[in-house]
């Protein structure tokens, strides 16, 4: 059955760099896109950006100077690494998979703390 | 970037009420728009997509309509598993956006 997983530190220094790893299962990543959504404490869901089957990327302008979204298919893990961190990064972090233009199955995320 | 104004922000429903959510988008989006519960704490489970195919093993009384700018979510027959919050997601255009959520209670 079609899985997704997220993986993290938990808690980062601000100014630091966030790495974080999808791990997926039932599908491959060589036919379906991967996004990163993420969530701050009690606040609505931002797009961040998109690992696309064929290996491009796009992003949210917004994060794009911090942003990088890569992936090992042979591990079938998609990497998240944004830099720069501050206070207001803190939130839960989501893959989810791309149904063309719709997102069906979702990590159950994980909460990243930017804190000192 | 496409807006996705939705609205009411919360709603309070008794039981067996009809509900109904409504997104606008600030262009044309083509029916590509999706719905969401999220409960607390879980990541949000999608409900509809394409405006209004229902996502399989979603319960029947969730529908969704629309098309051009303006979308709804009716719930017929609020039941208590359905509080959480809803959220409409926009997949028309880049950067995909989504509402800002619709917190549904019981009353």
């Known amino acids: 059955q079609v899985q997704l997983k997220e993986s993290g530190p938990g808690l980062v220094q601000p100014s630091q760099t966030l790495s974080l790893t999808c791990t997926v299962s039932g599908f491959s990543l060589t036919s379906y896109n991967v996004h990163w959504v993420r969530q701050p404490p009690g606040k609505g869901l931002e797009w961040m950006g998109r690992?696309?089957?064929?290996?491009?990327?796009s992003y949210n302008s917004a994060l794009k100077s911090r942003l990088s979204i890569s992936r090992d298919t042979s591990k079938n893990q998609v990497f998240l690494k944004m830099n720069s961190l501050q206070t207001d990064d803190t939130g839960t972090y989501y893959c989810?998979?791309?149904?063309?233009?719709?997102?069906?199955?979702w990590g159950p995320g994980t909460m990243v703390t930017v804190s000192s | 970037d496409i807006q996705m104004t939705q609205s009411p922000p919360s709603l309070s429903a008794s039981l067996g009420e009809t509900v109904s959510i409504e997104c606008r988008a600030s262009?044309?989006?083509?029916?590509?728009l999706a719905w969401y519960q999220q409960k607390s704490g879980k990541s949000p489970q999608l409900l509809i997509y394409y405006a209004s195919s229902l996502q399989d093993g979603v319960p029947s009384r969730f529908s969704g309509s629309g098309s051009g700018t303006q979308y709804s979510l009716k719930i017929s027959g609020m039941q208590p598993e359905d509080e959480g919050v809803y959220y409409c997601l926009q997949g028309s255009k880049y950067p995909l956006t989504f509402g800002s959520g619709t917190k549904l209670e019981i009353k």
């Open positions: 262009e044309d989006i083509y029916s590509n």
């Open positions: 989810t998979r791309d149904r063309k233009g719709y997102f069906d199955f």
């Open positions: 690992m696309r089957y064929n290996g491009d990327t």
